[in-house]
C-alpha cells in the first residue's frame, strides 16, 4: 500500500524559505508524477506544482520562478523548495501521487 508523508513544513518570515519533503513508501515514485497541493484556510486545495517521471516540472504561475520541485529516486523522496515566501503561501502543503495523497505539513509565512 502506498504511503506519502510529507515534512519541513514550519513558521518563516516572508522572504525565508523552506524545504518540503515528500517521503513515498509501498511502491517506487521513480515511474510515477508527484505533485504538490496546498489548501489556505477558508480555500479550496489547489495545485503547486508536479514533476513526472521523466523529470519534466509545471508550476502554477503564483510559484514560478520562486519554487522548484525535484525527486531523489534512491530516496524515493520527492521535494520542493520554496524561496521568497510570502505570506499568501499559508496553506497546509500535500503531495499526491495517483489518488494517494499524504497528511500535509503546515507552513506559515509571518510577514
Known amino acids: 500500500q502506498v504511503q506519502l508523508e510529507e515534512s519541513g513544513g514550519g513558521l518563516v518570515q516572508a522572504g525565508g524559505s523552506l524545504r518540503l519533503s515528500c517521503a513515498v513508501s509501498g511502491r517506487s515514485s521513480r515511474t510515477e508524477t508527484v505533485a504538490w497541493f496546498r489548501q489556505a484556510p477558508g480555500k479550496e486545495r489547489e495545485f503547486v506544482s508536479h514533476i513526472s517521471w521523466s523529470g519534466s516540472t509545471y508550476y502554477v504561475d503564483s510559484v514560478k520562478g520562486r519554487f522548484t520541485i525535484s525527486r531523489d529516486n534512491a530516496k524515493n523522496t520527492v521535494y520542493l523548495q520554496m524561496n521568497s515566501l510570502k505570506p499568501e503561501d499559508t496553506a497546509v502543503y500535500y503531495c499526491?501521487?495517483?489518488?494517494?495523497w499524504g497528511q500535509g505539513t503546515q507552513v506559515t509565512v509571518s510577514s
Open positions: 499526491k501521487l495517483a489518488s494517494v
